[in-house]
T-cell receptor, first 114, second 117 residues
Framework: GNSVTQMEGPVTLSEEAFLTINCTYT??????LFWYVQYPGEGLQLLLK?????DKGSNKGFEATYRKETTSFHLEKGSVQVSDSAVYFC?????????????FGQGTILTVHP | DGGITQSPKYLFRKEGQNVTLSCEQN?????MYWYRQDPGQGLRLIYY???????QKGDIAEGYSVSREKKESFPLTVTSAQKNPTAFYLC????????????????FGQGTRLTVV
């Protein structure tokens, strides 16, 4: 079956530091890949996505590249802000019509200090 | 504004009682989903529905039931058979994937936190 493995947290950084959160996956075929963000007490918001190999998703300074050869989709940001503190989830959507049937990683808690 | 509304935000249930969580969407999405979130475990799929009057079990359906009588609504009932119901429950919706695999985004509600007391 499908699975997603994320870098264990929590991750604690100072403002303006570089961020990497690793994500690797196991799936048959060519799934779509996503990063979702969850702020305290809230639901999930889509941060970025990639639907095929070598695609780069980007949003709000965050980037991730779909690497089929390494089955990875690592999240990066060059300079984090305190407002980026949240839980980040890597997820994949398997093939077929049901695009919201997602397999999630366990989530990585990010805390950014001033 | 279009979106997904879950209610209530907090819910307390006594052991042995059934409780129903509401989820309504005005995005005109065909598919709807229920996920459960536990600390440090990510989200797990409970049930999903691709169309009105049809739904399928997800990975952890035991102790839960759903209905899909209207396109906009997908309520989740947590029954007394669910042994550990305390969790954060998230509802989501999406369109069907088109031929170019676009529209693959799922939209989530704000969640309901259920606590058994």
């Amino acid at each position: 079956g499908n699975s997603v493995t994320q870098m264990e947290g929590p991750v604690t950084l100072s403002e303006e530091a570089f961020l990497t959160i690793n994500c690797t996956y196991t799936a048959t075929g060519y799934p779509s890949l996503f990063w979702y963000v969850q702020y305290p007490g809230e639901g999930l918001q889509l941060l970025l996505k990639a639907t095929k190999a070598d695609d780069k998703g980007s949003n709000k300074g965050f980037e991730a590249t779909y690497r089929k050869e390494t089955t990875s989709f690592h999240l990066e940001k060059g300079s984090v802000q305190v407002s980026d503190s949240a839980v980040y989830f890597c997820a994949l959507s398997d093939l077929g019509v049901i695009s919201g049937k997602l397999t999630f990683g366990q989530g990585t808690i990010l805390t950014v200090h001033p | 504004d279009g979106g997904i509304t879950q209610s209530p935000k907090y819910l307390f249930r006594k052991e042995g009682q059934n409780v129903t969580l509401s989820c309504e969407q005005n995005l005109n999405h065909d598919a709807m989903y229920w996920y459960r979130q536990d600390p440090g475990q990510g989200l797990r799929l409970i049930y999903y529905s691709q169309i009105v009057n049809d739904f399928q079990k997800g990975d952890i359906a035991e102790g839960y039931s759903v209905s899909r009588e209207k396109k906009e609504s997908f309520p989740l009932t947590v029954t007394s058979a669910q042994k550990n119901p305390t969790a954060f429950y998230l509802c989501a919706s999406s369109t069907e994937r088109d031929r170019q695999y676009l529209n693959t985004e799922a939209f989530f509600g704000q969640g309901t936190r259920l606590t058994v007391v």
